[in-house]
């Protein structure tokens, strides 16, 4: 099982706002890096740090963190953001080790 | 442009070894930790391990100790991924990435993070 937890999917209408959750005790101590899956695809990193976005991402994007909790929140959702979307970060043992989450499937409507 | 270019499909029997190359380009690949992460299909991403190119250090995922082996050959910027006795829960599309923790300085930030930024195009392995 995955040290750190996501809802398996999600489904929000075009335009409107979703949540991604991320949960695990090592993002008390390190930040989530966000990933976006297409199918066929590598992965895309979409947010870094406390709220980066690597240059080409949409503004539309953004993160934030609260204590075990990192969010993924795409605002005004767009059809192409359809997509699987992965957190990562350090595993329990805080050494230079990462494991990602198992995923959310976003679904736009 | 940055880009990783991996090495094409493999195809093995139980028990085997398998390799998988990732050639660096339009960076200092030195400058980068390299990534594996793999995939089973209609799973999620897997981390596996990285490698410090400049160092040779290396970090494995405890699922992997002593199966995996991640090297390098600098004089041509690649990275090798070494998976011993495969089985069929090895076959997956695996993937390098380039990586750097906290933007290469993590005094400027108040948690670290790591990026995984520049991907290659996977290569599938069957077992």
């Known amino acids: 099982s995955s040290e750190l937890t996501q809802d398996p999917a999600v489904s929000v209408a075009l335009g409107q706002t979703v949540r991604i959750t991320c949960q695990g005790d090592s993002l008390r101590n390190y930040y989530a890096t966000w990933y976006q899956q297409k199918p066929g695809q590598a992965p895309i990193l979409v947010i870094y740090?406390?709220?980066s976005r690597p240059s080409g991402i949409p503004d539309r994007f953004s993160g934030s963190s609260s204590g075990s909790t990192a969010s993924l929140t795409i605002t005004g959702t767009q059809a192409e953001d359809e997509a699987d979307y992965y957190c990562n970060s350090r595993d329990s043992s805080g050494k230079h080790l990462y494991v990602f989450g198992s995923g959310t499937k976003v679904t736009v409507l | 442009q940055v880009q990783l270019v991996q090495s094409g499909a493999e195809v093995k029997k139980p028990g085997a070894s398998v390799k998988v190359s990732c050639e660096a380009s339009?960076?200092?690949?030195?400058?980068?930790?390299i990534n594996w992460v793999r995939q089973a299909t209609g799973q999620g991403l897997e981390w596996m391990g990285w490698m410090n190119p400049s160092s040779g250090n290396t970090g494995y995922a405890q699922k992997f100790q002593g199966r995996l082996t991640i090297t390098r050959n600098t004089s041509i910027s690649t990275a090798y991924m070494e998976l011993n006795s495969v089985t069929s829960e090895d076959t997956a599309v695996y993937y390098c990435?380039?990586?750097?923790?906290?933007?290469?300085?993590?005094?400027?930030?108040?948690?670290?993070?790591?990026?995984?930024?520049?991907w290659g195009h996977g290569t599938t392995v069957t077992v």
């Open positions: 339009g960076y200092t690949f030195t400058g980068y930790d």
């Open positions: 740090d406390k709220n």
């Open positions: 990435a380039r990586g750097r923790l906290c933007g290469g300085d993590c005094q400027l930030v108040d948690k670290d993070y790591y990026t995984m930024d520049v």
